[in-house]
Nanobody, 120 residues
Framework: QVQLVESGGGLVQPGGSLRLSCAASGSIFSIYRMGWYRQAPGKQRELVAHTTSRGSTNYADSVKGRFTISRDNAKNTVYLQMNSLKPEDTAVYYC??????????????WGQGTQVTVSS
């Protein structure tokens, strides 16, 4: 089995910063794409950013220039550095990863979500 465990969410004032982490564990053979999604109340889940195993990245237009995604392949961990946070960034942030285990081909896995609230 595979688990994705997120950490780093919380309450921050507008203009502040947070860093989210997501660590994958279990019978992992290989991790391909890793990314972050978010879901605000009453809205659909949306892609924030993702990165491939080779390090290429993609960002939602709304976070370009403010958020940075990175990964540590040795630790099976993906990070999301969020700067210049805005109230509209308030959402539950979910980690997602495409992972092949020692027993199965690549499949998508989700973390449990971590709340980010941007408010004064």
């Amino acid at each position: 089995q595979v688990q994705l465990v997120e950490s780093g969410g919380g309450l921050v004032q507008p203009g502040g910063s947070l860093r989210l982490s997501c660590a994958a564990s279990g019978s992992i053979f290989s991790i391909y794409r890793m990314g972050w999604y978010r879901q605000a109340p009453g809205k659909q889940r949306e892609l924030v950013a993702h990165t491939t195993s080779r390090g290429s990245t993609n960002y939602a237009d709304s976070v370009k220039g403010r958020f940075t995604i990175s990964r540590d392949n040795a630790k099976n961990t993906v990070y999301l550095q969020m700067n210049s946070l805005k109230p509209e960034d308030t959402a539950v942030y979910y980690c997602n990863a495409d992972i092949a285990t020692h027993f199965s081909s690549a499949s998508g896995y989700w973390g449990q979500g971590t709340q980010v609230t941007v408010s004064s």
